[in-house]
């Protein structure tokens, strides 16, 4: 595709519900990046995949979430139980290769838990 | 650990004013920087960017230097337009596999 896509754009859980979120990256891309967006704040770093190896999961806020790339292509950010505090806009990014490479942003989901 | 600190918002201009957003960082070694741009209703995109020290980036008439010795990346423009109203994101990436750090954004509105 011409970019990075996100689906769904809003989510509304119930707290304790289960939530996905489905990242499709550019294609080619080996680098995939998710980042959680707070309100007026900056995005913080989630995890990072490098194809199906995810090399990094230090910014996941708890074990309720879990994020998986099988393929090396889409990812799927899955958050478990959700709590009010997840709430959020949930960033994808992918950049061509590994490193420093310049990242290329999706729309982002707006998940709102109640 | 590393961090990014930028001048808070939102600041407002009026059209054909000179735009200063203040970006400091903090980082071992030397990480490359950049700055993001989020358009109301858009995602983040790209602006400019610089990988080494005395780099400077520039697009749209922005530009940004790297001050290693200031430890600074601040974004400037000569005269802002109405459609530069955005939020600006300054960020680093560091020695830990490309993950971007971000600042807090700075809302720009540009008034006619």
């Known amino acids: 595709g011409a970019g990075v896509s996100q689906s769904p754009r809003y989510k509304v859980a119930k707290r304790g519900q289960d939530v996905a979120l489905r990242c499709d990256p550019i294609?080619?891309?080996?680098?995939l990046f998710w980042y959680q967006q707070a309100l007026g704040q900056g995005p913080e770093f989630l995890t990072y995949?490098?194809?199906?190896?995810?090399?990094?999961k230090s910014g996941l806020p708890s074990d309720r979430f879990f994020a998986e790339r099988p393929e090396g292509s889409v990812s799927t950010l899955k958050i478990q139980r959700t709590q009010q505090e997840d709430s959020a806009v949930y960033l994808c990014?992918?950049?061509?290769?590994?490193?420093?490479?310049?990242?290329?942003f999706g729309p982002g989901t707006r998940l709102t838990v109640l | 650990g590393d961090s990014v600190t930028q001048m808070e918002g939102p600041v407002t201009l009026s059209e054909e004013a000179f735009l200063t957003i203040n970006c400091t960082y903090t980082?071992?070694?030397?990480?490359?920087l950049f700055w993001y741009v989020q358009y109301p209703g858009e995602g983040l995109q790209l602006l400019l960017k610089?990988?080494?020290?005395?780099d400077k980036g520039s697009n749209k008439g922005f530009e940004a230097t790297y001050r290693k010795e200031t430890t600074s990346f601040h974004l400037e423009k000569g005269s802002v337009q109405v459609s530069d109203s955005a939020v600006y994101f300054c960020?680093?990436?560091?020695?830990?596999?490309?993950?971007?750090?971000f600042g807090q954004g700075t809302e720009l509105s540009v008034k006619p």
């Open positions: 990014a992918s950049s061509s290769s590994a490193g420093r490479d310049t990242q290329y």
């Open positions: 294609s080619g891309h080996v680098s």
């Open positions: 995949f490098q194809n199906e190896a995810q090399l990094d």
């Open positions: 980082a071992t070694g030397y990480p490359s």
């Open positions: 610089a990988t080494k020290a005395d």
């Open positions: 960020a680093l990436s560091g020695n830990q596999g490309g993950k971007l750090i």
